[in-house]
């Protein structure tokens, strides 16, 4: 069994990860932005195959625990190809609107281009924006989701302000990301996942082992629940929780603007 | 994650049927963004059904909801008789909060379902494979009706013997009358045991 590498914890203000590298700040954003122009075409086969399907469960989860209601105005942002964005767009209504906003176009292209294809037309706008400097006004979203997108962004908590600002006071912010398993087995097995199969998955079914290696890494790199919980307070959320999904491999945090 | 994956289903299930079955569009026209959230007790969560383009979204958000049934599986099927419900929620088995009339709509479109199982399955396994899938479906059924009436049977069977056990207050007297005998004759027996005693204690003494 190949043990993940030990990831290089010596970042700065002026360096940041990519995996386990260390890169200089500015350079992580076209990196990652590498990253998704090579898998976007192959991104929901290879979710599907990685995930064994699971993670149109956990993106259930999000939706059931989002409160939406007809009407609502959400931000689905790093949406990708639009899973997330789908659902609430039927939950909303036409009263409604659902705002997808990813940072790379080659997954806002290919998230656009499916939903079209679904129908799903009238209550949805396509934003390419960065997380960190959201584009819109302050207090406009009821729900703002990020799902499996925090992790790849530069400055997080630049990212959870600028999410604070933009929603509503009574507005929610849940946030799904793999996280850190509750158990050391499922822990181990994980890594020995992540770190031989899916590496060798990528490269045979995207044809980019790299990639998937990085977001293996990523993973391991990505802040802990309780870290997490913690940012999301700093940045002004109240009420503030997370569940573990399948053990904590993922978890949902979401947290409140009063 | 057992209501994501239920709510998965059903939402599969649902979408299917509607695209494949005769159904009322009118009625499915007329719950476009109505949700109807079924609370079963059994399951310990809610199942949020709303209609949105002609097609169902199954989830668990019942924030959104126009009707709210809290009930078990057991009283779910007397739902369809309308004369019982005020007694289901007399009887505390059944409360309904929010819109009536979206859950009787709901009711109103699963009625008009007409969906021809048969003729589906035939289209993806072949007519002569359906026919005997039909077949075993109705050989099936009556071997489990026949099971069930057996079972009946045998159960108030049991329960007949099973009062015949019971001991009744003649059989309890003569059971009474009967010890007091016994014990009368086991009272004799001891004083013959003694006199006999007696008498060889005595012949001993002679000796």
Redesign the interface.
């Known amino acids: 069994m190949s043990q993940p590498h030990q990831p290089n914890d010596n970042s700065s203000n002026d360096s940041t990860h990519f995996g386990y590298q260390t890169v200089k700040t500015e350079e992580k954003e076209s990196k990652v932005a590498g990253v998704f122009h090579s898998v976007a075409q192959q991104y929901d086969i290879m979710n599907d195959l990685m995930s064994m399907g699971i993670h ?3 993106k ?2 999000t ?2 625990a ?5 009407g609502n105005k959400v931000l689905d942002i790093a949406g990708g190809t639009g899973d997330l964005t789908a ?1 609430f767009s ?2 909303v ?2 009263e409604g609107k659902v705002i997808l906003a990813d940072i790379n176009s080659s997954m806002l292209d290919v998230g656009r281009t499916k939903l079209r294809d679904k ?1 799903l037309v009238q209550n949805i706008d396509y934003v390419q924006a960065n997380a960190e400097y959201l584009p819109f006004e302050d207090n406009t979203f009821d729900i703002v989701t990020i799902a499996f997108g925090l992790r790849n962004v530069t400055n997080k908590e630049r990212a959870l302000a600028s999410m604070y600002r933009v929603l509503k006071p009574g507005g929610r912010l849940l946030v799904l990301e793999f996280s850190k398993p509750e158990h050391e087995i499922i822990n181990k097995l994980y890594d020995f996942y992540s770190f031989s199969v899916l590496p060798k998955m990528g490269e045979l079914v995207a044809k980019d082992g790299d990639s998937y290696k990085y977001l293996a890494e990523s993973i391991r790199m990505h802040p802990d629940q309780e870290t997490l919980k913690s940012m999301m307070e700093e940045a002004g959320f109240e009420h503030t929780s997370y569940k573990n ?2 053990d904590g491999i993922v978890a949902l945090h979401k947290g409140y603007k009063f | 994650m057992y209501q994501q994956i239920l709510c998965s289903l059903i939402e599969k299930i649902a979408n299917g049927v509607v695209n494949k079955a005769e159904i009322d569009r009118s009625v499915l026209a007329s719950l476009e963004q109505k949700t109807l959230s079924l609370e079963l007790r059994e399951l310990g969560f809610p199942i949020c059904c709303s209609v949105n383009e002609q097609r169902f979204v199954i989830t668990g958000v019942v924030e959104r909801s126009d009707c709210t049934i809290s009930t078990d599986i057991k009283s779910l099927k007397l739902l369809q008789k309308e004369q019982q419900l005020t007694e289901l929620i007399r009887q505390e088995q059944l409360d309904i909060k929010g819109d009536i009339k979206v859950a009787q709509q709901f009711a109103q479109l699963a009625e008009s379902f007409n969906f021809d199982w048969g003729k589906e399955l035939s289209n993806h396994i072949g007519d002569v494979p359906a026919y005997k899938v039909e077949q075993l479906q109705i050989w099936l059924k009556s071997k489990f009706s026949f099971a069930q009436q057996q079972i009946k049977s045998d159960a108030s069977e049991w329960l007949v013997h099973e009062k015949n056990l019971l001991v009744t207050l003649p059989e309890l007297a003569v059971f009474s009358e009967q010890v007091q005998s016994v014990k009368a004759d086991l009272a004799d027996l001891e004083q013959r045991i003694a006199t006999l005693l007696a008498d060889h204690q005595a012949d001993e003494d002679i000796k």
Request: aromatic share 10%.
């Open positions: 149109r469960l956990w259930r989860f939706i059931d989002s409160g939406v209601r007809p659902k039927k939950l209504g036409r129908g999904l399948t």
